[in-house]
């Protein structure tokens, strides 16, 4: 047992103290849990939408919980609310223990509060005026329109938020941490007639609002209505199988689909990846290392702990084609052997944690763009990319291309629509041929069991082979 | 999930509504409080077991023609004030809009039966038995199962308020108990999955045997799937794939989306813009309906609301801001999203009107005819301010009286030119828990990508 003074938070002030986390860890676990723990999440957002060159919406809200969850072997009761108070925690940890029982020991070991991160925020966004935003929002709305007479229409928005966690556990382990995102997007919509393409740019980062100052607003709004221009007059992408030439940054996501969840151990831990018992095989072309890592600071898919409260660590998952690693959670751990990775996230209190990538990505080969295009006679260049999704059982994904260009003879030739293209991971990951040297990080949110939680997808660009594309 | 009534939180609307009288600003609360139970079983072991209380307040605030929100889920006194604070902030910085406010909706809502107190009352045990029965269900109905994944039990208790300065009060109370379950089965090399979800507002509607069954059923029946050669071709879609495709692009039947500038359904009211075979209710009345609800996020009473009626566009969804701005009147079709959302237009059960075909005879309208059951990437495959879609799918395609799977192929097209490309309705209508209601459809010509 600590004493309240003793916990070092910054200016975070948990609403939950030591004491009663500890008659919370010890209610949980007193119908024989192996382990019990409790996240705590303060979390004030605001968000300014702008459309018409005007604010079209502002909100801004303070989101409060806690989650706790008691593991009995292998399995777990997961329970929350929004009544912090001592009676409130103590009902919910008194229901959990109450779902389960059995004769383990039960017995939590005193709680030792250990030093928060280093804060990330330089400037938080309750410190700033509402005007600087709206000024922001204005300059983004003035370059798409000004970019060219199609823009019919700009949506911009800012969303910030600082999700402060406070993480126990019947470990004794009682720890804080502060994470702030700070998010710019910008929507340009183009019109001719009864058509209308529309494109988006969306830069996020781990900071404080120093993000925005740092960010050219107008560079990015010119490029989105760049884009959805260039799409207006563009035919649609053949229906075929071909080569394709992935860019760098977004494009990522092939590899965020067609391989990162197949290797969480929400999903191989009951067999229900493709890559289940694949640790040491080769799977992938020799020219793919990837990465996912927790650790890079300021990216949007980064955290000094996960939301056990285990520190990050930077996990490779596949080198050199060969599997090196899962992501692993504590529930995972549990039921496949392998250790944890600091992987266990959630979006909030409302969830449980389960593994989830973090920041992922294809490490940086050799080639350059132009040595990439140059070898394709006939294919794709898919220059932006939007999301996509996978059946990790099946190993069938799909991610869909918003701007590409065909390639003729080595040469970038006219652009194209964007299409949906499609593989299974299994064999699409050996098809990855060739790597370029340019690795570019990009801003993603992905939507799993245990929530929406930020993410990095990131690559060089990249070869693959022979996909299907799915156009007209 | 109790079977006791949440309390009404008289305290906190009263609060919260007499600091906006208090700053001389109209204001509107939006109460949210979600009660829900969750039981997932893996390899015939509970795996997690989720009990869950969420609540939340949402505060609307109007101060001459300027709309600002904020929410809190603390219902400390503070709180509140802070919130009703914040939201009157955030409207300083909009500009005046004349067509903003709130209105003092007073007609009737209608009686639904949406609570259901026996669901309300059905004992853990009984929701416990019930996921194990299902994952049973699922391992035992084929030998070529591999895994079962999520088999499981859930249902929730919610109850709703919205009261606000303009002297609207109501609330209502729902229950729901939803089941799902995703096998994996394997032949050779070839593996197929597939999730079944149902939902019911009885239990008793929940038949674990037969959903576990049935979802082993649909992946067996995948297995020995071809790849296809792409083309222009006809299209018949199941009910579960048109209703994902019309889900992704109801937001262009919304008059908040077309003020926006991103439906291009603007203008064409009383013009065909579909097929005279389809039309398109939304019904927040209907019995039984998922979504069904007395009132919508802004206390206006539902009512049914005839989108398309055999191919004609009728007219656009509109809260009570939309319409003043149209000059028009609410639907009853306002949507905030829950209390953290801001105030927009949303569908409630969106219903496809049958027709007269059986789903046999829109299958062997031609020679061969590709039917799809299942598409995915939604989220990014299909652009609702465009039209423009280009989705993975999978089914069956169908030549004389062969019948077989096919698979890791796309289809692309533009949902404007689907809508009138739309050459027969089915009678088979099958109910999700979108709210989305809708048979098979035929649509004369899609563009396939295959090997």
């Known amino acids: ?472 | 999930m109790g079977a006791d009534a949440p309390s009404m939180f008289e305290d906190e609307i009263a609060r919260v509504l007499a600091a906006a009288t208090a700053r001389k600003v109209e204001a509107e609360a939006y109460l949210g409080v979600d009660r829900a139970t969750r039981v997932r079983v893996q390899d015939g072991e509970v795996e997690t077991f989720t009990l869950t209380e969420r609540r939340g307040l949402g505060v609307r605030v109007v101060r001459e023609g300027r709309v600002g929100y904020a929410y809190t889920e603390s219902f400390a006194p503070d709180a509140l004030d802070r919130a009703v604070a914040d939201a009157a902030a955030n409207a300083a910085l909009l500009e005046p809009d004349e067509f903003a406010g709130l209105e003092a909706f007073g007609e009737p809502t209608p009686e639904l039966a949406l609570f259901n107190p026996d669901l309300a009352a059905v004992s853990i045990e009984r929701k416990v038995a019930f996921a194990l029965d299902l994952d049973r269900a699922a391992h035992g109905a084929d030998g070529r199962v591999k895994t079962v994944t999520g088999s499981s039990y859930g249902d929730s208790l919610s109850f709703v308020r919205v009261a606000s300065t303009r002297g609207v009060d109501r609330s209502y109370r729902a229950t729901m108990g939803w089941a799902a379950v995703q096998p994996l089965v394997a032949d050779g090399d070839q593996s197929k999955n597939y999730g079944l979800v149902r939902a019911a507002r009885c239990f008793e509607e929940l038949n674990p045997e037969w959903m576990g069954q049935e979802a082993v059923r649909r992946c067996v029946e995948k297995l020995g799937a071809r790849e296809i050669p792409g083309g222009r071709m006809p299209v018949v879609f199941a009910p579960e794939a048109f209703a994902d495709l019309l889900g992704t692009f109801a937001s262009v039947f919304s008059a908040k989306v077309a003020q926006e500038g991103k439906s291009l359904l603007v203008g064409r009211q009383g013009q065909a813009i579909a097929s005279a075979a389809f039309t398109l209710v939304d019904d927040p009345l209907q019995e039984g309906g998922f979504a069904s609800r007395p009132f919508d996020d802004e206390g206006c009473a539902s009512k049914s609301h005839t989108l398309v009626e055999n191919g004609a566009f009728v007219g656009f969804l509109h809260n009570s801001e939309t319409a003043r701005r149209d000059r028009s009147t609410t639907t009853g079709h306002a949507s905030r999203g829950g209390y953290q959302g801001t105030m927009r237009v949303g569908t409630s059960n969106l219903v496809v009107v049958s027709g007269p075909s059986s789903r046999q005879a829109l299958l062997s309208g031609a020679g061969r005819m590709l039917e799809i059951t299942e598409v995915a990437g939604l989220h990014a495959g299909a652009n609702a301010i465009s039209g423009d879609f280009s989705l993975q799918a999978q089914g069956f395609m169908h030549e004389g009286r062969e019948r077989y799977p096919v698979h890791l192929f796309t289809v692309s097209g533009n949902f404007y030119s689907l809508l009138e490309a739309i050459a027969q309705v089915g009678k088979d209508e099958e109910r999700f828990p979108s709210g989305i209601a809708t048979p098979s459809v035929l649509v004369s010509e899609l563009a396939i990508a295959g090997k």
């Open chain 1, 1 to 472: 047992m600590i004493e309240r003074q003793q916990v070092s938070s910054g200016t975070w002030q948990p609403p939950v103290d030591p004491a009663v986390a500890q008659d919370v860890i010890a209610d949980a676990m007193s119908s024989g849990a192996d382990f019990a723990e409790i996240f705590v999440e303060e979390r004030p957002t605001s968000r300014l939408m702008f459309l018409d060159g005007k604010v079209e919406d502002a909100v801004s809200g303070q989101s409060l919980g806690a989650g706790i969850r008691v593991i009995h072997g292998q399995r777990a009761v997961y329970g929350y609310t929004s009544d912090l108070s001592r009676a409130g925690l103590l009902a919910v940890a008194q229901s959990v223990a109450a779902a389960h029982k059995r004769s383990g020991q039960g017995d939590p070991a005193a709680l030792v509060a250990a030093e928060p991160a280093p804060r990330l925020a330089r400037i938080y966004p309750q410190d700033v005026p509402s005007e600087r935003r709206i000024e922001l929002a204005l300059k983004a709305d003035r370059a798409a329109r000004r970019f060219h007479e199609a823009i019919a229409q700009v949506e911009v928005s800012i969303t910030e938020s600082v999700q402060r966690v406070l993480i126990a556990n019947s470990e004794g382990l009682f720890i804080t941490d502060e994470r702030p995102y700070s998010r710019f997007f910008v929507q340009a919509i183009a019109r001719s007639g009864s058509q209308q393409q529309v494109c988006a740019r969306s830069p996020g980062r781990m900071a404080g609002f120093e993000f925005f100052d740092d960010l050219d607003v107008e560079e990015l709004a010119r490029d989105a209505a760049d884009s959805a221009v260039r799409m207006l007059a563009a035919d649609y992408a053949p229906a075929a199988r071909m080569p394709v030439v992935i860019d760098k940054g977004f494009g990522g996501v092939i590899f965020h689909e067609a391989c990162g969840h197949l290797l969480e151990t929400t999903a191989v831990a009951p067999k229900a990846s493709i890559l289940a018992d694949k640790l040491g095989e080769r799977i992938a072309h020799e020219a793919v290392t990837a990465i996912d890592d927790g650790t890079l600071a300021g990216e949007w898919g980064s955290s000094a702990i996960d939301d056990e409260g285990m520190p990050t660590q930077r996990t490779v998952l596949i080198d050199k084609g060969r599997l090196v690693s899962y992501m692993v959670d504590r529930l995972g751990e549990l039921k496949t052997g392998y250790r944890r990775t600091g992987s266990g996230r959630r979006e909030s209190y409302r969830f449980a944690p389960a593994s989830r990538m973090r920041n992922t990505f294809i490490a940086p080969g050799e080639a350059s763009i132009e040595e990439l295009i140059g070898g394709v006679r006939f294919g794709l260049y898919a220059r932006r990319m939007g999301g996509g999704s996978v059946s990790p059982g099946t190993g069938d994904f799909n991610f869909s291309v918003r701007e590409a260009f065909l390639i003729r003879d080595g040469k970038i030739a006219e652009p194209v629509r964007g299409a949906t293209l499609i593989g299974n991971g299994a064999d699409i990951l050996k098809k990855i041929s060739r790597v370029g040297k340019d690795l570019e990080l990009a801003t993603g949110m992905c939507g799993s069991i245990s929530g929406t939680v930020p993410v990095d997808v990131g690559e060089p660009p990249i070869l693959v082979d022979e996909i299907t594309v799915g156009g007209r």
